[in-house]
Each structure stands twice: as structure tokens, then as C-alpha cells.
């Protein structure tokens, strides 16, 4: 592996781990920023699903372990995520802030795909 994609892995796995376990550990705190939620159920299970994928792209990047199908899910993900993120903010249903993880999630994405060019 590079170690530019390296790297990026690693803020990756890093932001993956901090947004998921965020609401796990401080709820009043995740909604002060990105606003009340009618579902905290909803909220903590996304948090648990992105978790897994932090612990696993560190660890793989961490062993020097990425292959393609880890790529996948963590490009995947960061798509999905913050796909949603924009289009719920910019549509009023979500506060705004979702906007800026639209914007790490993307640089997240766009730095993993030209590391992997280079």
C-alpha cells in the first residue's frame, strides 16, 4: 500500500470511529450540534453500524492489509453517507452541519481514489 492512501485511511478509520461513537457516548451533546432527533434509536444504530467499518479500515491499514473489497465499502460508505447528508440538509430536513461531514466525506473519498491513482 502507499502511504498517502495509507494515511488517508487512517483520518478515515478515524472519522468513521469518532461520528459513530459520538451519539453512542453523548447524546445530549451529538444533538446541541446537528439538531433534535424524533428517533435516538436510529441515530445510536447508525452509529453502531458505522463503528465496525472504523475498527476494520484502521486495522487493515494498520497491517498493511486493504484490499479491494475493503476500498469498496469504506468508498461506499463515505458516498452513502454523505449523499444523505447532503441531500437532507440542503432539502431543510436535517440542520445544516450535515453539510460540512458531506464535505469531510467527500475529501475522504476524492483522497483515497487519487492516492490510489498516483
Same mark, same amino acid.
Given at each position: 500500500?502507499r502511504?498517502?492512501?495509507?494515511?488517508?485511511?487512517?483520518v478515515?478509520a478515524?472519522?468513521?470511529t469518532?461520528?459513530?461513537?459520538?451519539?453512542?457516548?453523548?447524546?445530549?451533546?451529538?444533538? #446541541?450540534?446537528? !439538531?433534535?432527533? $424524533?428517533?435516538?434509536? +436510529?441515530?445510536?444504530?447508525?452509529?453502531?453500524?458505522? /463503528?465496525?467499518? @472504523?475498527?476494520?479500515?484502521?486495522s487493515?491499514?494498520?497491517?498493511?492489509?486493504?484490499?479491494?473489497?475493503?476500498?469498496?465499502?469504506?468508498?461506499?460508505?463515505?458516498?452513502?453517507?454523505?449523499?444523505?447528508s447532503a441531500?437532507? #440538509?440542503?432539502? !431543510?430536513?436535517? $440542520?445544516?452541519?450535515? +453539510?460540512?461531514d458531506?464535505?469531510?466525506?467527500?475529501? /475522504?473519498?476524492? @483522497?483515497l481514489?487519487?492516492?490510489r491513482r498516483?
Amino acid at each position: 500500500m502507499r502511504p498517502p492512501e495509507r494515511g488517508i485511511l487512517a483520518v478515515h478509520a478515524s472519522y468513521f470511529t469518532i461520528t459513530g461513537l459520538w451519539p453512542l457516548i453523548h447524546y445530549r451533546s451529538f444533538e #446541541a450540534i446537528t !439538531g433534535p432527533k $424524533r428517533d435516538d434509536w +436510529l441515530v445510536k444504530t447508525l452509529g453502531v453500524f458505522i /463503528l465496525p467499518i @472504523g475498527f476494520a479500515v484502521a486495522s487493515a491499514a494498520a497491517r498493511d492489509r486493504v484490499t479491494a473489497e475493503l476500498r469498496l465499502v469504506v468508498i461506499g460508505s463515505s458516498f452513502a453517507l454523505g449523499a444523505a447528508s447532503a441531500w437532507y #440538509a440542503l432539502r !431543510g430536513r436535517i $440542520r445544516r452541519i450535515y +453539510l460540512a461531514d458531506a464535505v469531510v466525506e467527500s475529501m /475522504l473519498v476524492a @483522497g483515497l481514489l487519487l492516492a490510489r491513482r498516483r
